[in-house]
């Protein structure tokens, strides 16, 4: 028996397979430094677009470990989107997702646009990002959709790999 609430997550029109993803403009940050830069700029062929919520979020620690335990940043692009700050993008980074990236979205808008907005419970104007990934091919078309409908969920790594191998090879 978890020692939290299983809490299930209300309906929501997200993104999802055969849709064009969004384009959007938020800084894009790695280890280093971050820059304004605009998803359609980043991808160019198979991209892994992962929503998580904050950063000290045990989801968003899952995702990240679950990218480096399957080696996935060395066959496509790994990018991420968070409403945590460039300077907590670049903290998480340093400790797990090797060669992700991953935008900051404060104000929730990119979260909003994909249909992933989760209200926080006990923390009035706080929106964060259930958990989600996105396949997207070269175009932005979604191959692949995983939206979490419960609090917490973490995805199936295995047809995420398989996701992955369709499209990249």
């Known amino acids: 028996m978890p020692d939290f609430d299983v809490v299930s997550l209300p309906e929501t029109d997200h993104v999802d397979e055969g849709d064009t993803a969004p384009d959007f403009t938020r800084p894009l940050v790695d280890e280093e430094y971050w820059e304004d830069r605009a998803l359609s700029e980043v991808v160019d062929g198979p991209t892994l ?3 998580h919520p904050m950063n ?3 989801q968003a620690t ?3 470990n679950t990218v480096d335990d399957h080696g996935w940043a060395d066959d496509l692009e790994v ?3 968070s409403i945590s700050s460039p300077y907590a993008h670049k903290r998480l980074l340093s400790e797990r997702g090797d060669g992700a990236r991953i935008f900051s979205d404060p104000g929730a808008g990119v979260i909003g646009e ?3 907005e989760h209200d926080i419970d006990g923390m009035t104007g706080i929106t964060e990002s259930r958990p989600a990934v996105f396949l997207l091919d070269a175009d932005r078309t979604v191959e692949y959709a995983w939206v979490a409908s419960e609090h917490p969920e973490f995805p199936d ?3 995420i790999e398989d996701a992955i ?3 990249v090879d």
Request: charged share 15%; no cysteine.
């Open 157 to 159: 790594a295995e047809p």
């Open 62 to 64: 899952y995702l990240y």
């Open 56 to 58: 000290g979020a045990f």
């Open 114 to 116: 994909y249909g992933l």
């Open 49 to 51: 677009l992962l929503f």
């Open 165 to 167: 191998d369709r499209l």
């Open 79 to 81: 990018v991420g989107v």
